[in-house]
């Protein structure tokens, strides 16, 4: 059975940082590319970072230059690393495949407030 589990969110103020962790497990990990995704409240849930099976990245415009999306195979974990935190970064952060959807997890909160 497929799962993904994040953490590592939680408050912090604007101009700061947070690294954010996805364990998963019942999947070949190393196989896939996998997302991190966010969801604010009123707004779809949207990709932000992306990271291919050999380690390719790729990111939306508005975290360009500020977060970073890395993985461990061996741990099947996929991180992304999250620097000069804006108000507007305050959303659920969730990971999951980019071109293989699984069930989501419970997500993380982050809050980016003074």
């Known amino acids: 059975q497929v799962q993904l589990v994040e953490s590592g969110g939680g408050l912090v103020q604007p101009g700061g940082s947070l690294r954010l962790s996805c364990a998963a497990s019942?999947?070949?990990?190393?196989?896939?590319?996998m997302g991190w995704y966010r969801q604010a409240p009123g707004n779809q849930r949207e990709l932000v970072a992306a990271?291919?099976?050999?380690?390719?990245?790729d990111y939306t415009d508005s975290v360009k230059g500020r977060f970073t999306i890395s993985r461990d195979n061996a741990k099947n974990t996929v991180y992304l690393q999250m620097n000069s935190l804006k108000p507007e970064d305050t959303a659920v952060y969730y990971c999951?495949?980019?071109?293989?959807?699984?069930?989501w997890g419970q997500g993380t909160q982050v809050t980016v407030s003074s």
């Open positions: 999951n495949g980019r071109y293989a959807p699984m069930r």
């Open positions: 019942g999947i070949m990990f190393s196989v896939h590319a």
């Open positions: 990271i291919s099976s050999g380690g390719s990245t």
